[in-house]
T-cell receptor, first 114, second 113 residues
């Protein structure tokens, strides 16, 4: 069974640009989560989508947004990129929406903002 | 709010040594507890989990017991291998916090032959 996949694996952008990251969950999983792993800041929760709806949002500015498609895949969009957005962006999926459900992570997209 | 505190690394051990990585938490609801591992250049992999008090999670020789009275979920392994070298993250989800995983800062483990 295929795991969570993310694209692209690496990305280089300049300040002010916009970026879209993509995630495909494990087959049958309806919940998708996005996390940011920035150097020195640890792992921070960004967004949670379930059944096409945004269910929860972390403490990030509105220029971080996303959506979930009918096939449960998801996009994360970041507008007006800033240097501090440089990070590893991790997507995870879970079978259901309960807190006991395991979140399975993809390999991540490494974003560098110059 | 919720928080997870784990011992800072790096932790350096010789092969076959005993490992303990301490993890304590604060949660407003009834958390589920997780240990994830991140190998160099990779994403996170679930190592083990426990969803209620006194549960013991175990996998690949690693164990952790959900201790509600001490709000702890310490990771242990009786005999580490070089291949266990990685960063270990303790984390929780909480029914009051909308499914987000709250992570500790991570502990880097280095095992020498």
């Amino acid at each position: 069974e295929a795991g969570v996949t993310q694209s692209p694996t690496h990305l280089i952008k300049t300040r002010g640009q916009q970026v879209t990251l993509r995630c495909s969950p494990i087959s049958g999983h309806t919940s998708v989560y996005w996390y940011q792993q920035a150097l020195g800041l640890g792992l921070q929760f960004l967004l949670w989508y379930d059944e096409g709806e945004e269910r929860n949002r972390g403490n990030f500015p509105p220029r971080f947004s996303g959506r979930q498609f009918p096939n449960y895949s998801s996009e994360l969009n970041v507008n007006a990129l800033e240097l501090e957005d440089s990070a590893l962006y991790l997507c995870a999926s879970s079978l259901g929406a309960g807190t006991e459900e395991t979140q399975y992570f993809g390999p991540g997209t490494r974003l560098l903002v110059l | 709010g919720n928080s997870v505190t784990q011992m800072e690394g790096p932790v350096t051990l010789s092969e076959e040594a005993f490992l303990t990585i301490n993890c304590t938490y604060t949660a407003t609801g009834y958390p589920s507890l997780f240990w994830y591992v991140q190998y160099p250049g990779e994403g996170l992999q679930l190592l083990l989990k426990a969803t209620k008090a006194d549960d013991k999670g175990s996998n690949k020789g690693f164990e952790a017991t959900y201790r509600k009275e001490t709000t702890s979920f310490h990771l242990e392994k009786g005999s580490v291998q070089v291949s266990d070298s990685a960063v270990y993250f303790c984390a929780l989800t909480d029914n009051n916090a909308g499914n987000m995983l709250t992570f500790g800062g991570g502990t880097r483990l280095m095992v020498k032959p």
